[in-house]
């Protein structure tokens, strides 16, 4: 599938210089097989968090404890912005900069670059570590028959609701809800007119956000099917998505109109924390900050509820993604790269507590603790609800988009954002979508 795919990396400028310029391992858990008189090793660890508020640096500490030839150096904007990050990372890759360890947020910016031969594959490490890598964790990124990577923290979707708000329209926490459920939420949870209005809900500029019925399916959510080849623009779900942006933007005005967010460049954070909106729905990596932030406080109680379904008798499933670690493919200390994602992906995560870890030995329950704690004000989080969604949410089989899936969503987006600015109805954008997502799966099928 990768010879394939390689020509359908269009997105990626620096793939020309990426190809002109173009093992055994030690079981990380015991560290007594490093030798301390071993040559001294720097890896460069590219990534895009903050350091200081991610607590990375307590993470670097503890494995030079535990590996004292190996040195870990951070190559981040400390920005949190993965867009920009791959820009210099595939600009790092072009000039020839020492890259030893990366890490993506979306899986297909991970296929992508497995695709034009940037990431190693480590089936020989694994094999002499002796595990296999969907007993160990709840994703499994392999492409094929190879695994480029090893997954660190795993993403859940829910929503976060504003206790508050609910308390005075006289709702109950959701345990399990519908889309039409969560719309009705959202339209009595709106409030006043003009620019004091406070709307139920908003809808961030995310992907997801624009195929929110189909999404969260357990199987079957690309806008592609499994065979990369054919089209999936014509399962209902799309239209349900569509007609839920619809409703709440347009039909019932509880929801952040979207020509606000784009003109406004809005964001969820302070959309929420200032109470423009009463819930959003999010991803978990929003736990440690459910109880405000020095820069952003919160000044009313978090409760949490499962990502709404469809019908009634779906199950409550949720969006399966996480962060994925990888060793460059041109690295000169692969071993040493490996041992590092391998500790941080078991041990060293969960030392972070920063993240709900992918690997399926963490102790969860702790960590949420810990997440909650390092909150400005942990006593705005409502752990109860939160560990009711934690543990009953299902999550949907985990599957490595095709390399192109990037181009595919743009072109996607594209011809949807027509229909919610209110410049295409919603055939004409489907139909618009489907005949350009058509070509691009064409070109790269071929």
Not at 102 to 108: C, E, I, L, P, R
Not at 114 to 142: Q, R
């Amino acid at each position: 599938m990768l010879n394939k795919t390689v020509r359908s990396i269009t997105a990626i400028s620096i793939i020309a210089g990426l190809l002109s310029g173009c093992a055994n391992s030690p079981n990380v858990k015991n560290p007594e097989i490093t030798d301390k008189k071993a040559e001294k090793v720097t890896l460069k660890f590219h990534f895009w968090y903050n350091e200081d508020q991610d607590n990375w640096k307590t993470v670097y500490k503890e494995f030079e404890k535990k590996y004292p030839n190996i040195k870990i150096e951070a190559v981040t904007a400390g920005d949190n912005n993965g867009t920009e990050y791959l820009k210099k990372l595939d600009l790092a890759a072009a000039s020839g900069d020492q890259i030893d360890v990366m890490m993506f947020s979306q899986a297909q910016h991970y296929s992508q670059r497995a695709a034009i031969n940037m990431l190693e594959p480590l089936n020989s490490y694994i094999a002499k570590d002796g595990y296999k890598v969907s007993d160990e964790y709840y994703i499994d990124p392999t492409i094929g028959d190879k695994t480029y990577a090893l997954p660190a923290k795993k993403t859940s979707f829910l929503v976060m609701l504003n206790k508050n708000h609910l308390d005075e329209a006289g709702l109950p926490v959701p345990k399990d809800w519908t889309w039409d459920e969560f719309l009705a939420y959202s339209k009595k949870l709106t409030k006043g007119e003009g620019a004091n209005k406070r709307y139920g809900t908003y809808f961030h500029t995310f992907s997801i956000y624009y195929q929110l019925a189909q999404i969260n399916q357990m199987d079957n959510f690309f806008l592609y099917k499994a065979d990369g080849k054919t089209l999936n623009l014509d399962n209902p779900l799309i239209e349900k998505s569509l007609d839920i942006r619809k409703q709440a933007e347009v039909v019932d005005r509880s929801a952040t109109p979207y020509s606000e967010t784009i003109s406004q460049k809005l964001s969820y954070r302070p959309q929420y924390f200032n109470q423009k909106a009463s819930m959003i729905l999010t991803g978990d990596f929003m736990i440690p900050e459910a109880g405000g932030t020095d820069k952003v406080p919160a000044n009313f109680t978090t409760v949490f509820a499962p990502y709404p379904k469809v019908n009634k008798n779906d199950p409550t499933s949720t969006i399966s993604g996480g962060d994925l670690m990888a060793v460059y493919s041109k690295s000169k200390h692969k071993e040493e790269a490996y041992q590092f994602i391998r500790w941080y992906t078991t041990e060293g995560i969960q030392l972070q507590s920063k993240y709900i870890p992918s690997w399926k030995k963490a102790d969860v329950n702790r960590i949420i603790d810990a997440q909650i704690a390092s909150s400005k004000a942990p006593d705005k989080v409502d752990k109860e609800s939160l560990l009711y969604v934690m543990k009953n949410s299902i999550p949907q089989k985990f599957n490595v988009p095709m390399p192109y899936s990037d181009e595919v969503d743009k072109a996607y987006i594209k011809e949807v954002e027509k229909f919610l600015l209110g410049d295409a109805d919603e055939n004409t954008a489907l139909n618009n979508a489907s005949q350009k997502v058509r070509e691009i799966i064409k070109n790269n099928s071929q």
